[in-house]
């Protein structure tokens, strides 16, 4: 089944009508934690048209937060898709070659099957009981919808950060189902400072007193305060020292400080991330945001399997693209190196970039021409291929 | 009046008996936000003996959270004061040498007047309502402190972190009244990331439903939640990457993951990070830490007289002492050398040294042989000039 939403965009993306997908995934889906989904569903947007032998699909995975929403504008956005900049016609990930299959992934809070999904067994929604996920987990779901759309063979799997790691993982899981992967801004496991940072957003969730030990839902509460600090915490960690003083420096809000009442918000910065934090925490769930910071936290790329990096990659057989940015200290280059050299270990197709940005992590979703030409370039090389 | 409290240590910094003296300034202090402190108290360790023409005297000012227990052992001490490291006999602050006098600042929340202290006008505590300070304020204190102890001249003034700052200003505020400023892993105003990670502990405290605008004393309530994420976030920021996973790595807590429950705490990274926000929780007082970070926000060297650093340093005439740490990124290296590049633009005699550590900001406070030799050398050449 498969419920179609198409919205009458103002086409600034010239991505013409975007499909939006509810796709039914009537098989059971066996999870790494020993349970099942017996269904499970995928909101899912697409962009460019299937080819006739559907060689040229692309799967592209999202990060942390991310959702479907990858491209092109819906009545009433206020900013189009979060991968607008590479995603459309003439872009680097070219719409006009490939067809972009953008699935919102299971445990997360925008349609797919989630926390805030009804559990079929018990007639209520899953809340904090939704099954604990691996990224695993993830490409199963992806290699069902691969089927649903009769796609034999990606042309691509591209995903930055989090995104990144399911790249990765669809490269030595499925091995024959993908001709290359474009792993960006990512790491092959976390590191104990990125743990850190991911515990102490899920101790302000969870000593928020409205999240009622994830049980907010049925006390029709949001523990809003601590979903904000969340992701103040995260935004602080996507940007780049550099970047958050280009952009806010130490700028005054109203012109001065405010002596006796100093413990006000003085700075833009301080404005920025409040406002970021509260706005976040009215579209997200709190438990999506611990079950997803979890499965960052357990991706340990290879250790599925007991295998070193190396040794796990020596199964691929795609091509690869790893891109990074000088100023990523979330995923900073050393980790993306890391990657590449296990691939060049492994002996396998790799072309590395390392791009120059002020942007931290976040420069993967910003505008940068060498960033987007190097994945371009490496995609028509696909393209060519696939006879796109 | 000078109450004095003294310890018997078990000596194990040889530092004999330890001076804890609750130091009361009968005169008012003009702060820097018009208002005035009628009198203060200010509890003060002292290690060494003054000399009889009282010229070797060293200030040591502590950073955000620290206080007069600078070094030494007093009985049920788990670990000595926080600079034990450096100060002692034999030890880069020799107490052979030097007469130490380590107070802890207003503001705090140790003893010293602070939000926990009663408010003479209203005879009830100080709470969110005490004065607003600016690092100004402390060292206006501390020169009052200086006369208490009828000392001229400073040997040197020495502090990390917000403690630079302190050193800083003391060079230019009262040039005359030292012969060294020593400033380590410090800045000469916070950059944008670090007034962002400043704001989300302070929104962590307001947060916390036990904080009541501050008023947690009068409701016999401690907002423990948001003390413990504010101290979390810091201690984040005081590591580096690489110590962090020197000392955790990715080590599971229990040998494994927990399955179904892995919304628990599973890394020992995790498990450490809550237990010292926790451990901090119960010995900080929140209204505290929120002035304290303010100061920190609002420390922007030389604008007080609206001068350039470079500018400002020229009034200085002491001899400087410019240390940083190659992995700290709370104050990166950069920092110090925008420090000791307006030293030299305004002539002033500067010492600078960057130390190889991995330990990030933290490395200010434990054992390098390095840093404790250069720190050591330095004012060992100060202690001839003044005859200590």
Same mark, same amino acid.
């Given at each position: 089944?498969?419920?179609?939403?198409?919205?009458?965009?103002?086409?600034?993306?010239?991505?013409?009508?975007?499909?939006?997908?509810?796709?039914?995934?009537? /098989?059971?889906?066996?999870?790494?934690?020993?349970?099942?989904?017996?269904?499970?569903?995928?909101?899912?947007?697409?962009?460019?048209?299937?080819?006739?032998?559907?060689?040229?699909?692309?799967?592209?995975?999202?990060?942390?937060?991310?959702?479907?929403?990858?491209?092109?504008?819906?009545?009433?956005?206020?900013?189009?898709?979060?991968?607008?900049?590479?995603?459309?016609?003439?872009?680097?990930?070219?719409?006009?070659?490939?067809?972009?299959?953008?699935?919102?992934?299971?445990?997360?809070?925008?349609?797919?099957?989630?926390?805030?999904?009804?559990?079929?067994?018990?007639?209520?929604?899953?809340?904090?009981?939704?099954?604990?996920?691996?990224?695993?987990?993830?490409?199963?779901?992806?290699?069902?919808?691969?089927?649903?759309?009769?796609?034999?063979?990606?042309?691509?799997?591209?995903?930055?950060?989090?995104?990144?790691?399911?790249?990765?993982?669809?490269?030595?899981?499925?091995?024959?189902?993908?001709?290359?992967?474009?792993?960006?801004?990512?790491?092959?496991?976390?590191?104990?400072?990125?743990?850190?940072?991911?515990?102490?957003?899920?101790?302000?969730?969870?000593?928020?007193?409205?999240?009622?030990?994830?049980?907010?839902?049925?006390?029709?509460?949001?523990?809003?305060?601590?979903?904000?600090?969340?992701?103040?915490?995260?935004?602080?960690?996507?940007?780049?020292?550099?970047?958050?003083?280009?952009?806010?420096?130490? /700028?005054?809000?109203?012109?001065?400080?405010?002596? /006796?009442?100093?413990?006000?918000?003085?700075?833009?910065? /301080?404005?920025?991330?409040?406002?970021?934090?509260?706005?976040?925490?009215?579209?997200?769930?709190?438990?999506?945001?611990?079950?997803?910071?979890?499965?960052?936290?357990?991706?340990?790329?290879?250790?599925?399997?007991?295998?070193?990096?190396?040794?796990?990659?020596?199964?691929?057989?795609?091509?690869?693209?790893?891109?990074?940015?000088?100023?990523?200290?979330?995923?900073?280059?050393?980790?993306?190196?890391?990657?590449?050299?296990?691939?060049?270990?492994?002996?396998?197709?790799?072309?590395?970039?390392?791009?120059?940005?002020?942007?931290?992590?976040?420069?993967?979703?910003?505008?940068?021409?060498?960033?987007?030409?190097?994945?371009?370039?490496?995609?028509?090389?696909?393209?060519?291929?696939?006879?796109?």
């Amino acid at each position: 089944m498969t419920t179609k939403i198409v919205s009458n965009p103002l086409d600034r993306s010239n991505l013409g009508e975007i499909q939006t997908e509810v796709v039914h995934i009537p /098989e059971p889906l066996e999870l790494s934690c020993g349970l099942s989904l017996i269904d499970h569903v995928l909101c899912v947007e697409t962009y460019g048209q299937l080819n006739k032998n559907k060689s040229n699909a692309v799967l592209v995975c999202h990060a942390l937060t991310g959702n479907h929403h990858a491209a092109g504008w819906h009545i009433g956005d206020k900013k189009p898709g979060w991968w607008d900049n590479v995603i459309g016609p003439g872009k680097s990930i070219d719409t006009e070659q490939f067809f972009v299959v953008s699935p919102s992934n299971i445990g997360t809070c925008h349609g797919s099957t989630g926390p805030l999904s009804i559990n079929p067994i018990t007639n209520a929604a899953w809340g904090p009981n939704f099954p604990k996920l691996q990224i695993s987990d993830w490409t199963a779901s992806q290699r069902m919808l691969m089927d649903h759309y009769k796609i034999n063979c990606w042309a691509a799997v591209i995903g930055g950060s989090l995104g990144g790691m399911q790249a990765m993982h669809w490269s030595i899981t499925y091995p024959d189902k993908l001709l290359s992967a474009v792993v960006i801004a990512s790491a092959m496991k976390l590191s104990a400072q990125n743990i850190a940072f991911n515990e102490i957003a899920r101790r302000a969730i969870k000593a928020d007193p409205n999240f009622h030990h994830g049980h907010y839902q049925e006390k029709n509460k949001k523990p809003l305060q601590g979903l904000a600090l969340a992701r103040m915490i995260g935004h602080v960690t996507y940007l780049s020292d550099l970047s958050m003083a280009e952009k806010f420096g130490r /700028e005054l809000l109203n012109g001065n400080f405010l002596g /006796e009442k100093s413990e006000s918000i003085e700075f833009k910065i /301080e404005s920025y991330l409040n406002y970021q934090g509260d706005k976040f925490a009215h579209g997200f769930d709190a438990n999506s945001y611990i079950l997803l910071t979890k499965m960052l936290d357990h991706f340990d790329f290879g250790s599925e399997h007991s295998k070193q990096p190396s040794a796990a990659f020596e199964v691929a057989s795609c091509k690869f693209l790893v891109l990074t940015f000088s100023s990523d200290w979330r995923f900073p280059p050393k980790r993306s190196r890391e990657i590449t050299k296990a691939l060049i270990t492994a002996g396998r197709d790799v072309t590395h970039a390392e791009i120059s940005s002020s942007q931290g992590h976040d420069a993967f979703l910003l505008p940068n021409s060498r960033y987007q030409k190097i994945l371009g370039t490496f995609l028509n090389r696909i393209a060519l291929n696939v006879n796109c």
